[in-house]
């Protein structure tokens, strides 16, 4: 028997930690301690995470980066190999794979992915993009799909047949077609490892709303965040599910709220790595939905400091305060991205975690 998934755990607010694997973090940013994503930084995160009893760990799914004096994100671990590592380097987080459904085989996939569900003992998540930059795609040669989420759909239904399947099955879909196909051994989480869909736009939360388990998503202002989580709601009770919203922010915690703003203005404005938040923010805004369109125009700050997420910027009083309110319209987690992770997150668990646990918010 293994054990519940972390994401199952009793924690009302579940949290974990958001791209370690890529240059940069979530960051833009030309400060000395900027994340480098070297393989031991990414093992000591993952470890001070484990031990802290956060949920998960996820990856960002990057092969190309957004130029700029420090090329940021050009540097990333492929997602499978890396939490294949981590797996036998902890023992009770998560460990999400985030996987580009036109740029990997479903067979591929579903092969990896239990290999990982194997090697953790049923600590894999699967976290799904369906992609936005034709750059990186044109990479691989392959033109950025326009229905990306009929082919998800194909996608995720071919990767659970063949976990349902000893028998080798045949497929015949629009954009995939399997002849005598057989992936054992299935996943040990059944009928699958833990799904996500990270997606903004509507045909991407249709598509968490019918096949995942969440949807992970981001919001610009706290005051209609909500209104995410009972929109993918209202679309899940349509097809007779329940799912659950995720979300994303970048984290500043510091002893006093001057010093947080202070360092957010060091690395995020006078410091920020402005060519390569041109570059992001441009073609962002052409080809991906993934955030609020005004998000673009008012907080060019975001975007350097956590690629265009919410700022978690302040005391551990103040964060756990807005983490009770992300709580309150209804998230179930938050994916954490930081500066320099293995510096930033002992302070964040050893006096955040408390306040949270004081809140009810987690009780392990
Ligand atoms: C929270 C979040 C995380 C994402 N992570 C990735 C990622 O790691 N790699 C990637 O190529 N796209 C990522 N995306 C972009 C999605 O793949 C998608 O292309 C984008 O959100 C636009 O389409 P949508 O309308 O489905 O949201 C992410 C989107 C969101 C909202």
């Given amino acids: 028997m293994i054990k519940a998934h972390p994401l199952h755990g009793p924690n009302k607010l579940k949290l974990g930690v958001f791209s370690t694997n ?6 833009i940013t030309d400060v000395p301690e900027r994340w480098t994503a070297s393989w031991q930084d990414n093992l000591t995160a993952a470890q ?55 740029l990997v085989h479903p067979l591929y996939a579903a092969k990896a992915l239990a290999t990982v569900d194997h ?52 497929y015949e879909g629009t954009y995939y077609r399997l002849k005598e196909a057989v992936s054992r051994p299935a996943s040990l989480q059944a009928p699958r490892p833990v799904t996500m869909n990270a997606a903004f736009g509507g045909p991407g939360r249709d598509f968490a709303a019918a096949r995942c388990d969440y949807l992970f998503t981001t919001f610009s202002e706290m005051s209609d965040a909500g209104k995410h989580v009972a929109d993918i ?18 984290v500043v915690c510091r002893p006093t709220m001057e010093e947080a703003q202070a360092y957010y203005t060091r690395y995020a404005v006078d410091l920020a790595d402005h060519d390569a938040v041109d570059a992001h923010m441009a073609s962002k805004k052409e080809f991906s939905q993934s955030h609020d369109p005004h998000a673009y125009d008012r907080y060019r700050q975001r975007f350097a400091g956590g690629a265009g997420t919410y700022p978690l910027i302040g005391t551990p009083e103040t964060i756990a305060a807005d983490m009770a309110a992300i709580a309150g319209q ?22 955040v975690l408390p306040i949270l646990r004081k809140a009810g918010l987690r009780v392990t």
């Fill in 22 to 27: 890529a240059d940069g973090g979530l960051a």
């Fill in 233 to 250: 709601s209202e679309r899940a009770e349509k097809v007779g599910r329940d799912v659950g919203v995720y979300t994303v922010a970048h």
């Fill in 48 to 102: 001070i995470a484990d031990r802290a009893g956060l949920e998960f760990m996820l990856p960002i799914a990057r092969w190309r980066g957004f130029g700029g004096r420090n090329k940021v994100r050009e540097w990333s671990f492929e997602t499978f190999t890396w939490a294949a590592a981590l797996a036998v380097a902890t023992e009770q987080i998560g460990l999400f794979m985030t996987v580009h459904v036109p």
């Fill in 330 to 351: 209804g998230y179930q987690g938050i994916a954490l991205s930081f500066v320099n992770y293995t510096r930033e997150l002992p302070y964040f668990c050893d006096h």
């Fill in 119 to 170: 090697i953790s003992q049923g600590r894999a998540g699967l976290n799904i993009v369906c992609g936005w930059n034709p750059k990186e795609f044109g990479m691989f040669g392959t033109p950025l799909v326009e229905k990306g989420y009929d082919q998800a759909a194909e996608w995720i239904e071919i990767l659970e047949k063949l976990y349902a399947s000893a028998e080798p099955l045949d």
